[in-house]
C-alpha cells in the first residue's frame, strides 16, 4: 500500500482479556517499529523488527507483551492479560532499512481497557 | 540518561505571527535528529531529519536548525492549518536498532 496500516483503528477491552494489534508496513520496509503514545505523554519506544526478527525488545513494559513478525511484512503486537495502564495509542512504523532513514508512521490503534 | 526535551508545551498565535519551538537534548551521541508534526487522532508524519551542528532545512512555512545542544523550528507567518503536535526525536550514535527517543511534543493553535 501507499503507507503503514494498522487494524483495528480503535479497539475497546476488558481487563483481563487479550488483543492483537496488526501492523501493514510500506511494502519493501524491511524496519518495523512499535511505539505507544499514552495521554499526557510522549512516544515511547517497545519493540524493533529486521526482517522477521526482532533484535531489540528493551522497551516491551512487561511480558505480558509480545510481538511478531511474518514474511518481513506483517506484525502483531499481543498484549495479554490486559490492564487499564495499556490503554494508549500503539503506533507502528516502517523504514526502508535501519540506519539513517526516516521512519514512517501509522494512524495508530487507540486501545481502551476497561 | 538520554533526554529530549521540547518547550515550551503549547504555545498560541495569531495568523502571521512568526516564532519559533525549542527541543533541547542530552545525548550520548547523536546520529539524527528529527521532526515530525501530528495532527490529532492520526500518526506522525515526517518533516525534517538534521545530523550536524549548522545544519538548516526548510519546508515551506517551517525551518529547523540544528546546534550541539538544540534544535529549532522556525515558523513563519504561519497559517491556521499549521496548527498541530510538533514531535522531536533523536537518534543515538551507538543504538543498532536506530529506534527513535522523543520529546513530549509542543501543542500549536494558530487563530486566524
Known amino acids: 500500500g501507499a503507507g503503514v496500516s494498522q487494524s483495528p483503528s480503535n479497539k475497546v477491552t476488558e481487563k483481563g482479556k487479550d488483543v492483537e494489534l496488526r501492523c501493514d508496513p510500506i511494502?519493501?520496509?524491511?524496519?518495523l517499529y512499535w511505539y505507544r503514545q499514552s495521554l499526557g505523554q510522549g512516544l515511547e519506544f517497545l519493540i524493533y523488527f529486521q526482517g522477521n526478527s526482532a533484535p531489540d525488545k528493551s522497551g516491551l513494559p512487561s511480558d505480558r507483551f509480545s510481538a511478531e513478525r511474518t514474511g518481513g511484512s506483517v506484525s502483531t503486537l499481543t498484549i495479554q492479560r490486559t490492564q487499564q495502564e495499556d490503554s494508549a495509542v500503539y503506533l507502528c512504523?516502517?523504514?526502508?532499512?535501519?540506519?539513517?532513514?526516516?521512519?514512517?508512521f501509522g494512524p495508530g490503534t487507540r486501545l481502551t481497557v476497561l | 540518561e538520554d533526554q529530549v526535551t521540547q518547550s515550551p508545551e503549547a504555545l498560541r498565535l495569531q495568523e502571521g505571527e512568526s516564532s519559533s519551538l525549542n527541543c533541547s537534548y542530552t545525548v550520548s551521541g547523536l546520529r539524527g535528529l528529527f521532526w515530525y508534526r501530528q495532527d490529532p487522532g492520526k500518526g506522525p508524519e515526517f518533516l525534517f531529519t538534521l545530523y550536524s551542528a549548522g545544519e538548516e532545512k526548510e519546508k515551506e512555512r517551517l525551518k529547523a536548525t540544528l546546534t550541539k545542544k538544540e534544535s529549532f523550528l522556525h515558523i513563519t507567518a504561519p497559517k491556521p492549518e499549521d496548527s498541530a503536535t510538533y514531535l522531536c526525536?533523536?537518534?543515538?550514535?551507538?543504538?543498532?536498532?536506530?529506534?527513535?527517543?522523543f520529546g513530549s511534543g509542543t501543542r500549536l493553535l494558530v487563530r486566524p
Open positions: 511494502s519493501g520496509h524491511t524496519a
Open positions: 526525536a533523536v537518534r543515538l550514535l551507538m543504538d543498532s536498532s536506530y529506534k527513535l527517543i
Open positions: 512504523a516502517s523504514s526502508s532499512r535501519s540506519g539513517n532513514n526516516e521512519q514512517f
